[in-house]
């Protein structure tokens, strides 16, 4: 048999990008399934994306991740939409069936993967409290309602975007999900089963931030999520703890996002603990903070 010395190329496109450490997760798993395939993180601006998705379909990409501020803009420039990025209206991932690139969005799909594996939660059933209404907590609204939680409360600072979000939502989705503006401290209830915070909140290298919540009311049973990544445990995590609660952190997400694109490009089951160390190391040496993940 000859020689194949033929990588096979998937990709994250957008601006900025430098600092987005999924070809780390991506790379390690490709090596880890004998697959040579390579992982490019390339800087797009938004008036050159219809140039770069030309580009994907020249070079024969098997697919690639979209993120900031493609998410959207990248949808008209696609074969097909599934199901649920049409509902979420953003598309973070795409991969190629022949000669067809067809979007999907995996954000949501990555915060049930592991508020069912991970956190060992069923969400149907539940009763969400949503902080934010950017495109995150769109992503994980929407999959929650999918998946039959039993009534979702959306709180943001901005009453417009989330008055739309939840009527977007409640429309396509038929879910119980309302709004209400997010005014001084939200004091979570007993009623709450799954907090979650969709915000950039915390984010590195604002690491000391924490949304302005109340946990001293919370159910004892009560999960609190967090889809920030960097760092892992977020003040908000470490309020929860502190009281006993369950926690899920925003690597969890972030790895899962990785497995399911994986398995979409490759067809072959993810190395999800290979991810997992990958991305924990990157960003423990980035932050300087002791890994969570063995």
């Known amino acids: 048999m000859p020689a194949n010395y033929q990588a096979e190329l998937v990709a994250v496109l957008g601006q900025p990008v430098a600092e987005n450490p999924t070809g780390v997760m991506q790379e390690a798993a490709f090596a880890a399934a004998g697959l040579n395939w390579r992982y490019l993180t390339i800087e797009v601006p938004p008036e050159r994306l219809a140039d770069a998705i030309t580009g994907v379909r020249a070079f024969g990409v098997r697919?690639?991740?979209?993120?900031?501020?493609?998410?959207?803009?990248?949808?008209?420039?696609?074969?097909?939409?599934?199901?649920?990025?049409?509902?979420?209206?953003?598309?973070?991932?795409?991969?190629?069936?022949?000669?067809?690139?067809?979007?999907?969005?995996?954000?949501?799909?990555?915060?049930?993967?592991?508020?069912?594996?991970?956190?060992?939660?069923?969400?149907?059933?539940?009763?969400?409290?949503?902080?934010?209404?950017?495109?995150?907590?769109?992503?994980?609204?929407?999959?929650l309602a999918l998946a039959g939680a039993a009534s979702i409360a959306v709180?943001?600072?901005?009453?417009?975007?989330?008055?739309?979000?939840?009527?977007?939502?409640?429309?396509?989705?038929?879910?119980?999900?309302?709004?209400?503006?997010?005014?001084?401290?939200?004091?979570?209830?007993?009623?709450d089963d799954l907090i979650v915070n969709a915000t950039s909140i915390g984010l590195f290298p604002d690491v000391d931030a924490i949304?302005?919540?109340?946990?001293?009311?919370?159910?004892?049973?009560?999960?609190?999520?967090?889809?920030?990544?960097?760092?892992?445990?977020?003040?908000?995590?470490?309020?929860?703890?502190?009281?006993?609660?369950?926690?899920?952190?925003?690597?969890?997400?972030?790895?899962?996002?990785?497995?399911?694109?994986?398995?979409?490009?490759?067809g072959r089951k993810a190395p999800e603990q290979v991810m997992k160390r990958a991305l924990a190391e990157t960003l423990c040496a980035a932050t300087g903070s002791p890994s969570a993940i063995a």
């Open 155 to 191: 709180v943001n600072r901005m009453p417009d975007r989330g008055q739309a979000m939840v009527a977007d939502l409640r429309r396509s989705t038929g879910a119980n999900i309302t709004f209400e503006p997010w005014r001084g401290t939200r004091r979570v209830g007993e009623s």
């Open 63 to 143: 697919g690639i991740n979209l993120t900031i501020p493609h998410k959207v803009a990248v949808m008209q420039y696609l074969d097909e939409i599934s199901p649920e990025a049409a509902i979420i209206g953003a598309v973070n991932t795409v991969r190629r069936e022949g000669d067809r690139l067809i979007g999907e969005n995996t954000d949501g799909k990555g915060f049930l993967r592991g508020l069912r594996l991970d956190a060992g939660v069923e969400p149907k059933g539940k009763r969400v409290l949503m902080l934010g209404a950017g495109g995150a907590a769109r992503a994980v609204a929407a999959e």
């Open 211 to 266: 949304p302005d919540v109340d946990l001293s009311g919370a159910n004892p049973e009560a999960l609190v999520a967090d889809v920030v990544f960097n760092p892992p445990e977020t003040p908000l995590l470490r309020a929860a703890r502190q009281r006993g609660l369950r926690t899920l952190d925003g690597l969890s997400m972030l790895v899962n996002q990785g497995v399911i694109g994986f398995e979409l490009w490759t």
